[in-house]
């Protein structure tokens, strides 16, 4: 990116950076963003159709099914250097005793296995179960007990832990998402369409506090025109380059 050089200098005096990061970051561990999840036998279903409470009580089966595909991919995916760059930018800021915050709308557990310690999951995580009539929380997929399985408690259906279309998202989550976009003097979005509000607002929010906004997507979104910094690369090449950049031959990014 032509402007790197003024960006990482800039970048040097921040206090508080907030990321976000969409399902674009994890593209290249081998997971299709949200938008391109669709191949093989579930090609002829539109991911919107499937992830809403509407789909799971017409058909939990075929949603619970579509949710373990998902799941056994992202289980055999491994966090890439994108998701890397991101655990040394959070060790360098946190050493200096400045704020970061990781907001992702991702469901696939991979910042938390890269490393990253503060993950405030927008959307859950496809990683945990919970019980779709009491809501209690399981950290794991009961294995071969049924499509969805019983809920150990009361017997209802299992579901995944994730936020549906027109469900409400974690009242924790979202507030503290909106207060490090407040707070933050630098803002990434980082794989992210930006279509899908909350999430999509949250760096209307940082430009409005004054933030630097910096977008790595290697495609144009609707917020491309509003960044100080728009860098049309992969998350997986962007971000060790602005950490090599940044630290000089210190770093040690290795994925
Ligand atoms: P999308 O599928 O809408 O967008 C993925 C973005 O990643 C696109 O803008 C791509 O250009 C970009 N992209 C692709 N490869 C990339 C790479 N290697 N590096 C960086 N960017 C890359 O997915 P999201 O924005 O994550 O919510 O979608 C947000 C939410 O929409 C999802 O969490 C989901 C859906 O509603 C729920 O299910 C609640």
């Known amino acids: 990116m032509e402007q790197l050089s003024?960006?990482?200098?800039?970048?040097?005096s921040a206090q508080c950076v907030t990321v976000l990061t969409g399902s674009g970051i994890s593209a290249e561990s081998g997971i299709p963003t949200f938008r391109d999840v669709q191949t093989g036998l579930w090609a002829r279903f539109r991911p919107e159709d499937l992830a809403t409470p509407h789909a799971f009580h017409q058909n939990p089966s075929l949603v619970w099914d579509w949710y373990s595909w998902r799941r056994d991919m992202v289980?055999?995916?491994?966090?890439?250097?994108?998701?890397?760059?991101?655990?040394?930018?959070?060790?360098?800021?946190?050493k200096r005793s400045d704020s970061f915050y990781l907001i992702t709308q991702n469901v696939d557990g991979l910042h938390q296995r890269a490393g990253s310690r503060q993950v405030v999951e927008l959307h859950g995580s496809l990683l945990r179960s919970k019980c779709s009539s009491e809501?209690?929380?399981?950290?794991?997929?009961?294995?071969?007990?049924?499509s969805p399985p019983a809920c150990p408690?009361?017997?209802?259906?299992?579901?995944?832990?994730?936020?549906?279309?027109?469900?409400?998202?974690?009242?924790q989550a979202l507030q503290t998402?909106?207060?490090?976009?407040?707070?933050?003097?630098?803002?990434?979005?980082?794989?992210?369409?930006?279509?899908?509000?909350?999430?999509?607002?949250?760096?209307?929010?940082?430009?409005?506090?004054?933030?630097?906004?910096v977008e790595i997507n290697p495609a144009e979104t609707h917020l491309s025109s509003r960044a100080h910094f728009s860098w049309r690369s992969p998350a997986g090449q962007a971000l060790p380059v602005l950490?090599?950049?940044?630290?000089?031959?210190q770093g040690k990014l290795v994925p």
């Open 6 to 12: 003024q960006l990482v200098s800039e970048l040097r």
């Open 177 to 213: 998402a909106w207060k490090a976009a407040q707070n933050c003097d630098w803002f990434f979005s980082v794989g992210t369409s930006s279509l899908v509000e909350p999430a999509a607002s949250l760096s209307s929010i940082a430009l409005q506090n004054g933030a630097t906004l």
């Open 243 to 249: 950490l090599l950049a940044l630290f000089g031959d």
């Open 75 to 94: 289980l055999q995916a491994s966090p890439n250097a994108g998701h890397i760059a991101l655990v040394e930018l959070e060790d360098w800021l946190v």
């Open 153 to 171: 408690q009361c017997g209802a259906f299992l579901r995944p832990d994730v936020v549906w279309f027109g469900e409400t998202l974690p009242e």
């Open 135 to 146: 809501g209690t929380v399981f950290d794991d997929w009961p294995k071969g007990h049924g």
